[in-house]
């Protein structure tokens, strides 16, 4: 899981490197991390699932074994947190 | 199944079951309290109501049952319209309606018992206390009501996805008016 908050201060970290691995070129700067890494790992998964079923919550609550509200929730929980990050 | 998990689906099965599921579910348990209730003189008339009778009739304990669960579906819903931005009326209707499970326990508790009769009641109210297991039916009734009422909230969580204090203030106000709406039909179709 890559480390999105400061383990000092909890402040959001930035990208400051990249580096090739083919030829060892470095690219520095300082980049914003894309908001879905921001979210928790188990968040991410949804996302991932999310997609693989082509959108769909009746599948996914059926591959999950939870009501379809249930899974509704658990996404408009998500959007909630994303779009907090993109609002900062 | 764990024993946390088995405790947590008694008073919120609808993390795993909603929509259809839930009400087909919930059709099964309205139809055996209403044969049940019949049989043991007990009418569910009101959204939170439980009455004893001289002599119920299968028509007015499934009209009853038929308005109680119409009334709650009706203030819920409107109540979601209020405070949530996306939900499907079958998740209001299937989740109400097997909230409605708890009271299948009244029923074949009461059926158990020899209650005195409701206009001898009215009579004589002392008379409650004449029949042992008819006071232990009317205890049984309080965490049957609070164990429907923590249902009914749940239903109404889980179905809006609503979440803070107003999910709170919607649903008293929703199942005061759901009350109101179940005795008024009460009083007006039957």
């Known amino acids: 899981m890559l480390p999105t908050y400061c383990p000092s201060c909890k402040s959001e970290l930035k990208v400051k490197c990249l580096k090739c691995e083919s030829c060892q070129t470095e690219v520095s700067g300082s980049y914003d991390l894309p908001v879905l890494s921001l979210i928790s790992e188990s968040e991410q998964q949804f996302i991932l699932r999310f997609i693989k079923n082509s959108g769909s919550l009746k599948e996914m609550a059926t591959e999950l074994k939870l009501s379809y509200p249930t899974v509704r929730n658990m996404l408009n929980d998500i959007i909630q947190k994303i779009e907090s990050y993109e609002k900062k | ?190």
């Open chain 2, 1 to 190: 199944m764990k024993k946390n998990e088995f405790w947590g689906l008694l008073i919120n099965p609808y993390t795993r079951l909603a929509g259809w599921q839930a009400f087909a579910l919930g059709i099964v348990f309205i139809l055996l309290t209403g044969i049940v209730g019949t049989f043991a003189n007990v009418y569910f008339d009101g959204a939170i109501d439980i009455h004893f009778a001289e002599k119920a009739t299968f028509k007015n304990s499934f009209n009853f049952l038929g308005i109680d669960i119409l009334s709650v579906f009706l203030a819920l819903s409107i109540a979601g319209i209020f405070i949530s931005k996306n939900f499907r009326l079958i998740d209001i209707l299937g989740t109400i309606t097997l909230a409605k499970a708890p009271f299948l326990l009244f029923a074949i508790a009461s059926l158990l018992t020899k209650s005195p009769g409701a206009e001898q009641i009215i009579k004589n109210p002392l008379l409650i206390f004449s029949s042992a297991s008819f006071v232990i039916v009317m205890l049984l009734s309080i965490p049957i009501i609070i164990w429907y009422i923590i249902l009914l909230y749940n239903a109404f969580k889980t179905s809006t996805g609503a979440k803070g204090n107003q999910v709170v203030i919607a649903f008293i106000i929703s199942l005061l008016m759901a009350e109101i709406i179940s005795k008024s039909l009460i009083i007006y179709l039957i």
